[in-house]
T-cell receptor, first 115, second 113 residues
Framework: AQSVAQPEDQVNVAEGNPLTVKCTYS??????LFWYVQYPNRGLQFLLK??????LVKGSYGFEAEFNKSQTSFHLKKPSALVSDSALYFC?????????????FGSGTRLSIRP | DADVTQTPRNRITKTGKRIMLECSQT?????MYWYRQDPGLGLRLIYY???????NKGEISDGYSVSRQAQAKFSLSLESAIPNQTALYFC????????????FGPGTRLTVL
């Protein structure tokens, strides 16, 4: 069965510092991994995804994520945080082998960037 | 994403009432989904549809039904609403050629009293 874990409910970072939001996954076969961001009163917006290729994936708003197969992780990172990055972040996983290729979402991590 | 719209955006109703949430998309995607979001639980899949004639239950379909009226329209109904169905509901679409990326509507905040 597929599963995804976001071990931190909240991450607090000072503006200008690097940030990391953690995600680990379990899936049969090769994973498709995603990060989404949700701003207040908005739907989820796609940030980036890993399907195959380079382990370091670059996405929107300066975010990137590193796929680590041995640690089954896909942590979201940004070198220098902005106050506007404050939002709720969701990691998600699917695979070609999952029934109907649907996505499983983590419980979300609230990122708070202080000025 | 303006390509996926949901109506209404907010709804307050009473226990036992029938409620319909509507979703429309202009992305031309065959695949559509309904999720509910609860604090600390992330998004949970209620129903999904891979085309007009294909509708499938998700992990929490009890108490819900859906209708895929056209490629662009996917409605979610609560036949007899109960308070624990109070949540934020999202519609999403995807194109399998896009590696599974989903595109979400703005959400409907439903409160059942």
């Amino acid at each position: 069965a597929q599963s995804v874990a976001q071990p931190e409910d909240q991450v607090n970072v000072a503006e200008g510092n690097p940030l990391t939001v953690k995600c680990t996954y379990s899936v049969s076969g090769n994973p498709y991994l995603f990060w989404y961001v949700q701003y207040p009163n908005r739907g989820l917006q796609f940030l980036l995804k890993y399907i195959t290729g380079d382990n370091l994936v670059k996405g929107s708003y300066g975010f990137e994520a590193e796929f680590n197969k041995s640690q089954t992780s896909f942590h979201l990172k940004k070198p220098s945080a902005l106050v506007s990055d404050s939002a709720l972040y969701f990691c998600a996983v699917s695979s070609l082998y999952s029934s109907a290729s649907k996505i499983i979402f983590g419980s979300g991590t609230r990122l708070s960037i202080r000025p | 994403d303006a390509d996926v719209t949901q109506t209404p955006r907010n709804r307050i109703t009473k226990t036992g009432k029938r409620i319909m949430l509507e979703c429309s998309q202009t992305k031309g995607h065959d695949r559509m989904y309904w999720y509910r979001q609860d604090p600390g639980l992330g998004l949970r899949l209620i129903y999904y549809s891979f085309d007009v004639k294909d509708i499938n239950k998700g992990e929490i379909s009890d108490g819900y039904s859906v209708s895929r009226q056209a490629q662009a329209k996917f409605s979610l109904s609560l036949e007899s609403a109960i308070p624990n169905q109070t949540a934020l509901y999202f519609c999403a679409t995807s194109d399998p050629r896009g590696g599974g990326t989903q595109y979400f509507g703005p959400g409907t905040r439903l409160t059942v009293l």
